[in-house]
């Protein structure tokens, strides 16, 4: 009896701890997430506006065929990224991550991955990685972007590959973060911008705005993905580590209840033990 209460005591006393720990994360998580998600919501409509502003000028037939190689589908080799959490801890985030770039990649795609996790479980899966970068615990940096994006222009451009796609955690709230695969180049036209008859006028040129609009629009999109990876990467650390609060409370409670009842069962006994005792004698 001594011994079972010694384990609950232990027990309880690791239930107690994980619980402190689990609140602690889940506290840092919804600090993050308030500038996170109030940068998701500045950024995604100024991110889509300039998405459709290159849609407008690449539903241009004429234009269309002197940048075939950022607007026109070519079969080819594809330039993947895959970004993930640096750390665990964030549910079925990466999971669900993997399952998406699983069912899309190729043997012969050329991977870069953003995250720690990224990079385990993408060697794990035997997939063609060949640049990878840590995505950290802080809010993405513009400056962070720039050596990612660097390899892809030159691949791009160089016509090693024929397409550019990100893979990561798009964050609608603080409950629900889909993974999804953006296709960045070569640009999709939508269909209703292609059948407009509004004629624009542009200087110096349509062609050298499209020229100069490219990185630029490259850059505003990767960007936009990792925001959007971050946000989700602290909604999803929250939510499990509240999960796991409440789950090493409640375990807690329901231990310290069984201890009771035992130490109050043996000092029962014990009771009884005396009284035998003294009725013996």
Not at 86 to 110: E, Q, T
Not at 206 to 229: C, G, H, M, R, T
Request: charged letters at 25%; a positive charge.
């Amino acid at each position: 009896m001594a011994q079972n209460l010694q384990q609950l005591k232990k027990r309880i006393k690791t239930s107690d701890s994980i619980f402190k720990i689990a609140k602690a994360m889940e506290m840092v998580s919804t600090s993050k997430i308030r500038k996170a998600q109030s940068s998701v919501d500045k950024y995604n409509p100024y991110a889509e506006k300039i998405r459709r502003i290159l849609q407008r000028i690449v539903a241009n037939k004429d234009l269309l065929n002197k940048m075939e190689k950022f607007a026109k589908e070519i079969e080819g080799k594809r330039l993947v990224y895959i970004i993930c959490p640096d750390r665990g801890f964030v549910g079925g985030l990466i999971v669900n991550l993997f399952k998406k770039a699983n069912s899309y990649l190729n043997p012969s795609d050329y991977v870069i991955a953003v995250g720690k996790k990224a990079l385990a479980d993408a060697t794990w899966y035997n997939h063609n990685v060949i640049a990878s970068f840590d995505m950290g615990t802080n809010f993405p940096k513009h400056d962070d972007l720039y050596p990612m994006i660097d390899i892809a222009k030159q691949f791009y451009l160089s016509g090693e590959v024929v397409k550019i796609s990100v893979i990561y955690a798009k964050f609608k709230n603080i409950l629900v973060q889909d993974p999804v695969v953006e296709e960045i180049f070569p640009v999709k036209q939508d269909g209703v911008l292609s059948e407009t008859e509004i004629e624009y006028i542009f200087e110096p040129s349509s062609q050298q705005v499209l020229k100069d609009l490219f990185p630029f629009y490259f850059e505003i999109e990767f960007y936009n993905a990792l925001v959007n990876a971050y946000a989700s990467e602290q909604a999803a650390r929250m939510i499990a580590m509240k999960k796991a609060k409440d789950n090493a409370n409640d375990i807690s409670e329901t231990l310290t209840s069984i201890y009771n009842k035992s130490r109050q069962e043996r000092i029962t006994n014990e009771i009884l033990d005396l009284a035998n005792g003294r009725q013996g004698i």
